[in-house]
Nanobody, 122 residues
Framework: HVQLVESGGGSVQAGGSLRLSCEVS????????MGWFRQTPGKEREAVAT????????TYIDSVKGRFSIAKDNAKNTLLLQMDSLKPEDTAMYYC????????????????WGQGTQVTVS
């Protein structure tokens, strides 16, 4: 039974930083591709950043390049998203996702999802 639990969301002023975490259990963490997605009311969920199973390949959407950084901590079975220079348009519910098959910000839909953590930038 795959479980993903996000934490680290909150409210911050524009220009500030937040670090999201996603604790994973129920599968061989190091073998899975993972990513962060976000969604605002009335809009489709969009991929923000992804990382390959070995952590070597990352993809980002253009709007967060240079500001967000995704990483895997295999020792702690945790996926991280460091978000710097936050903007009001980054406000959304952020979801952690995983799958045994590859996916990127441009292609693929993962099968496993967390419940989400809210990020609000004012």
């Amino acid at each position: 039974h795959v479980q993903l639990v996000e934490s680290g969301g909150g409210s911050v002023q524009a220009g500030g930083s937040l670090r999201l975490s996603c604790e994973v259990s129920g599968y061989t963490y190091s073998s899975y591709y993972m990513g962060w997605f976000r969604q605002t009311p009335g809009k489709e969920r969009e991929a923000v950043a992804t990382i390959s199973n070995d952590g070597r390949v990352t993809t980002y959407i253009d709007s967060v390049k240079g500001r967000f950084s995704i990483a895997k901590d295999n020792a702690k079975n945790t996926l991280l998203l460091q978000m710097d220079s936050l903007k009001p348009e980054d406000t959304a519910m952020y979801y952690c996702a995983a799958d045994g098959f590859p996916f990127t910000v441009d292609a693929g839909i993962p099968n496993y999802w967390g419940q989400g953590t809210q990020v609000t930038v004012s």
